[in-house]
């Protein structure tokens, strides 16, 4: 059965720390995203990745596909970085299967 | 990155009438669409996958008399949500996959979003 799960569910963290968000999945994929939503529900693609490991300013992600895991980390994290972090699996069939996603808090 | 954009991105409705919700691929040819609907707290579930100039495949459960899908050209495709009621209002989201320049083929992008309340 295709399933991704993701840790933890809930993280509140003081800005500046650095968070990581994880992703385990069952089964080989084709591809994994990192999506990121705000509390108005607009979904925003941070990253789509197959192997190794992809950065775009303090976000980095990684996937180690011998292990099904991917880790989304922020670094220096901020208070604009408050939303629902969604791991979701594109499992062969091009469809995306989701996780239940991380809803991360910065405090100021 | 690609954009896509819905419209309206909300809409209240008296209980019986239809609301019709397109999703717009601005920049790109979207030769697929997907529609997801999402209930507060919990995650994205797929509707139904729409492939220009084709009828859209529905995943189980979804009844596609209901929530009519068309995706008549390569940058629109449009949710009709048939004699809406209450149990009906929920979040919708469309994302499209295409290829166009720097835009992988296996990559989505997704729609702001569109909720819909139904009285």
């Known amino acids: 059965k295709n399933e991704v799960e993701q840790s933890p569910q809930n993280l509140t963290a003081q800005e500046g720390e650095f968070i990581t968000i994880n992703c385990s999945y069952s089964v080989g994929i084709s591809a994994l995203h990192w999506l990121q939503q705000h509390p108005g529900g607009g979904i925003v693609s941070l990253f789509m990745l197959s192997s190794g490991k992809k950065k775009h300013g303090r976000l980095i992600a990684t996937i180690n596909i011998q292990e099904k895991h991917s880790s989304l980390h922020i670094t220096a994290s901020h208070p604009r970085d408050s939303a629902v972090y969604i791991c979701a699996v594109d499992f062969g069939n091009e469809k995306l299967t989701f996780g239940t996603g991380t809803r991360l808090t910065i405090i100021p | 990155g690609a954009v896509v954009s819905q419209h309206p991105s909300w809409v209240i409705c008296k209980s019986g009438t239809s609301v019709k919700i397109e999703c717009r691929s601005l920049?790109?040819?979207?030769?697929?669409m997907f529609w997801y609907r999402q209930f507060p707290k919990q995650s994205l579930m797929l509707m139904a996958t729409s492939n220009e100039g084709s009828k859209a495949t529905y995943e189980q459960g979804v009844e596609k008399d209901k929530f009519l899908i068309n995706h008549a050209s390569l940058t629109l495709s449009t949710l009709t949500v048939t004699s809406a009621h209450p149990e009906d209002s929920s979040f919708y989201i469309c994302?499209?996959?295409?290829?166009?320049?720097?835009?992988?083929?296996?990559?989505?992008?997704f729609g702001p979003g569109t909720r819909l309340t139904v009285l």
């Open positions: 994302s499209a996959r295409g290829e166009w320049g720097r835009v992988a083929y296996n990559e989505q992008f």
């Open positions: 920049d790109f040819q979207a030769t697929t």
